[in-house]
């Protein structure tokens, strides 16, 4: 019961976060350029807790089918972000009104609801398994939620929906994320597939969606980020097996 309780009060840290950032694109005012930081930090973050943490966990419970099933997790968020979608990629949508179609706005909100669903398992799976795992897991999902929102919200102002109907993209993918939450811990003798299929998302999100938006930003800087995300999970690993 304890354990169920505190996975569900990560998870919502983790669909606030989603919520939190969708606000900051309704705000118009408010300054948001430190959101790039978090999609690089996020980046190598996730990167590091997918193949070191989720990767070798996975496989060494479940020989021979990890495989398979971290190849499905990677496939399934390319299919509903990529595939089903035409156009969609993390951060502000700058582009403009004909190429970013109502429908269009719609279809990246489903994809993105699909995802964060994942990240809600993700959380799940991890502290079913062991509170350090989860807690890494956490804070790898926790790092690319603001801009998650944020990015959800601004494809729906650009594809010309409302500041409201905005605000309820970010929410939904919040929601979404508690459903994950939910459903891992309802079906908990199913975490070791949850836990291959989200390593699979895990790597898709960090080397796909996040590492892109890192390189189109000009100089090295942003890109060195990405290595003190690296670093940040060793922090936290380090002070989980009790250093200090
Ligand atoms: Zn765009
Ligand atoms: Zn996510």
């Given at each position: 019961?304890?354990?169920?309780?505190?996975?569900?009060?990560?998870?919502?840290?983790?669909?606030?976060?989603?919520?939190?950032?969708?606000?900051?694109?309704?705000?118009?005012?408010?300054?948001?350029?430190?959101?790039?930081?978090?999609?690089?930090?996020?980046?190598?973050?996730?990167?590091?807790?997918?193949?070191?943490?989720?990767?070798?966990?996975?496989?060494?419970?479940?020989?021979?089918?990890?495989?398979?099933?971290?190849?499905?997790?990677?496939?399934?968020?390319?299919?509903?972000?990529?595939?089903?979608?035409?156009?969609?990629?993390?951060?502000?949508?700058?582009?403009?009104?004909?190429?970013?179609?109502?429908?269009?706005?719609?279809?990246?909100?489903?994809?993105?609801?699909?995802?964060?669903?994942?990240?809600?398992?993700?959380?799940?799976?991890g502290f079913?398994?062991?509170r350090?795992l989860g807690l890494?897991?956490?804070?790898?999902?926790?790092?690319?939620?603001?801009?998650?929102?944020?990015?959800?919200?601004?494809?729906?102002?650009?594809?010309?929906?409302?500041?409201?109907?905005?605000?309820?993209?970010?929410?939904?993918?919040?929601?979404?994320?508690?459903?994950?939450?939910?459903?891992?811990?309802?079906?908990?003798?199913?975490?070791?597939?949850?836990?291959?299929?989200?390593?699979?998302?895990?790597?898709?999100?960090?080397?796909?969606?996040?590492?892109?938006?890192?390189?189109?930003?000009?100089?090295?800087?942003?890109?060195?980020?990405?290595?003190?995300?690296?670093?940040?999970?060793?922090?936290?690993?380090?002070?989980?097996?009790?250093?200090?």
């Amino acid at each position: 019961m304890e354990l169920t309780f505190s996975i569900f009060a990560y998870g919502l840290v983790a669909a606030l976060a989603n919520v939190f950032g969708g606000f900051l694109i309704v705000q118009r005012d408010w300054h948001r350029g430190f959101l790039k930081y978090f999609v690089a930090l996020g980046s190598g973050y996730m990167l590091a807790v997918a193949t070191l943490e989720m990767i070798p966990e996975s496989i060494s419970r479940m020989r021979p089918h990890a495989a398979l099933l971290i190849l499905g997790g990677y496939l399934l968020v390319h299919f509903f972000e990529h595939t089903i979608t035409p156009h969609f990629h993390f951060g502000e949508e700058i582009h403009s009104h004909e190429v970013m179609n109502p429908a269009v706005g719609l279809s990246s909100l489903f994809g993105l609801i699909i995802h964060t669903f994942f990240d809600g398992v993700s959380i799940a799976s991890g502290f079913l398994i062991s509170r350090p795992l989860g807690l890494l897991i956490f804070v790898a999902v926790l790092l690319h939620k603001i801009p998650e929102g944020f990015t959800v919200a601004s494809v729906m102002l650009s594809s010309g929906r409302s500041k409201r109907f905005a605000m309820i993209a970010a929410i939904s993918l919040g929601v979404s994320t508690l459903l994950g939450v939910l459903l891992m811990t309802m079906t908990r003798h199913w975490v070791n597939y949850g836990l291959p299929v989200t390593a699979g998302v895990a790597l898709y999100v960090a080397a796909s969606d996040l590492i892109p938006e890192v390189n189109k930003e000009p100089g090295f800087r942003m890109a060195l980020v990405v290595f003190a995300g690296v670093i940040f999970f060793s922090f936290t690993k380090w002070l989980l097996e009790g250093g200090l």
